[in-house]
């Protein structure tokens, strides 16, 4: 598959995440998720992949500049996935292999299903993770939701993102400060500048096709 240009969309369920300050304990972390450590390592590792899957498709992360570096936006991904497993596991709902290998079937099946990712800053490897992630979400929302009807449905969405949004992410702010208000004018997802001191805000002009 050959593109020149890549559609990323950094939505998520969590509307607002927590930003605070890495303390010395963390030493190590990109960030922290409901006190699970994502490591800076861990985090270099899925950005290298990511940029071999870009390269793949002939995309440029240059046409990402204005969401933020590659290492902002994998570990928003990374986090806020791992925000939404940790909070549907805390109030007891859970997915099987089985329902998982479902889903990623229903969305085009492995292969199809990692391109699409491509779109959100996922690495090929942490698809499953993401699955597993809407997954739970869904599930979650259809826990509180207690019927199929627009208005339970939009209830059930409302408590589940109250419950995701309690999950506390530290992030280390090497990456920045979140940008809680994103918008088409200012679609960054951290508004500082990256550990390679690029300005994630810079050149909104530039951001790739909606």
Known sequence: MKSTRVRIILAVAAAGVALTACSATQA??????????????????????????????????DQLRSYGSLPQLVLFRLATARQSIIAAESKGVTATDGEIDQFISANGGQAQYEQQLLQNAVAPSQARDYAKASLLFSKLA???GGGTDEAALQRGQV????????????????YGTLNPNRSEQQPAVFLTGDRFGRDSAADPASAPEQ
């Open 28 to 61: 190590g972390a990109a960030a922290v998720v409901g006190g699970e450590r994502i490591s800076s390592s861990q985090l270099d590792s899925s950005v290298r992949e990511y940029e071999a899957a870009l390269a793949k498709i002939e995309v440029s992360p």
């Open 159 to 174: 408590q589940a993102v109250k419950d995701v949004e309690s999950v506390k992410i530290t992030w280390n702010p090497r």
């Open 142 to 144: 259809a826990h509180y």
